[in-house]
T-cell receptor, first 115, second 115 residues
């Protein structure tokens, strides 16, 4: 079964430091997409970054980068130079190559940035 | 104006009542989705639709029904609400033919409480 696992329910990071949020996935598909979304306390879901399974380079978007290790089936999110506004829930998700094009979400990691 | 809107944003209802959650989008996307978010469980897919004549069940469709009234509108109904349907509900849209890069754009969510 396809599954996303986020093993860190909550994390702290000091402002201006980098933090890594872990994500592992389980799929037998050869082609799939991996996503990270941010959910602030206001509740909306904000797309952060995408990595395709065939992409050779790790994805980067500003302060966000995705550490993609295909053999280990991991897709960790790295946030550099943390800011207070980064405090939120972070969800890892996978898009399998089936007819639904749905997203399968992990249970999330709550990040708190300390001043 | 927001690209994906949901109404109502908050709703409190009683057990046994029928309730409809509405979603509208101006992104011109064909694919629309309804997800449910429970604490500690991430988002789970309820229903999805690829066009007005195409409706598909997700992993947790029991107790829900949907209607795709137009390309831009996708409604979720609870025919007889029960307390364990208390959750945050999200509508999402995505473009067609993006393969694994199925980035989904989320509405702001509807917080539903069933007493």
């Amino acid at each position: 079964a396809q599954k996303i696992t986020q093993t860190q329910p909550g994390m702290f990071v000091q402002e201006k430091e980098a933090v890594t949020l872990d994500c592992t996935y389980d799929t037998s598909d050869q082609s799939y997409g991996l996503f990270w979304y941010k959910q602030p306390s206001s509740g909306e879901m904000i797309f952060l970054i995408y990595q395709g399974s065939y992409d050779e380079q790790n994805a980067t978007e500003g302060r966000y980068s995705l550490n993609f290790q295909k053999a280990r089936k991991s897709a960790n999110l790295v946030i550099s130079a943390s800011q207070l506004g980064d405090s939120a829930m972070y969800f890892c998700a996978m898009s399998p190559m089936d007819s639904s094009y749905k997203l399968i979400f992990g249970s999330g990691t709550r990040l708190l940035v300390r001043p | 104006d927001a690209d994906v809107t949901q109404t109502p944003r908050n709703r409190i209802t009683k057990t046994g009542k029928r309730i409809m959650l509405e979603c509208s989008q101006t992104k011109g996307h064909d694919r629309m989705y309804w997800y449910r978010q429970d604490p500690g469980l991430g988002l789970r897919l309820i229903y999805y639709s690829f066009d007005v004549k195409d409706i598909n069940k997700g992993e947790i469709s029991d107790g829900y029904s949907v209607s795709r009234q137009a390309q831009a509108k996708f409604s979720l109904s609870l025919e007889s609400a029960i307390p364990n349907q208390t959750a945050l509900y999200f509508c999402a849209t995505s473009e067609e033919e993006r393969g694994a890069h199925n980035e989904q754009f989320f509405g702001p969510g509807t917080r539903l409480t069933v007493l």
